[in-house]
């Protein structure tokens, strides 16, 4: 049974349990979606030790250099200090500034943002609602200058 410290806290996980899995038992507000490793949106990071390769599938290798992990696949093995994404600076502010609904389940989102997004074409991101919903959206179009 391996201990989790999150946001100054100490968890203990269950046997066979993932990290995610612990904390939602704990009752704890962090987001989620396929719980397979597939859609990114529970990504965190390990402070103080380079998680299980298994757990890193699909990542970019700049995220996997500095420890970032998908919790709902990882069943640790070892005590583990994890922090949120957004703690770190993986996440930014972004403006919807135009919507149009292209099929019955296609709908095109037009976001304004500082800097610059580091993409590829297929990817997805999750934009998060102040009220704290989350929703994956696909990246249609390929990276460019104008944002």
Known sequence: MAKLIFEGNVYSSQTEETVLETLLRENLDVPYGCQAGHCQTCMMRSLDKTPPAITQVGLKESLKAKNYFLPCICHPEDD????????????????????????????????????????????????????????????????????
């Open 80 to 147: 583990m200090e994890i922090v949120r994404p957004d703690e770190i600076g993986n996440t930014f502010e972004s403006k919807v500034i135009a919507k149009e609904i292209l099929s019955q389940e296609i709908v095109q989102l037009i976001l304004q943002y500082e800097g610059e997004m580091d993409f590829y074409a297929g990817q997805f991101v999750n934009l998060i609602r102040p009220d704290g919903v989350t929703r994956a959206y696909s990246i249609a179009n390929p990276p460019g200058k104008e944002n």
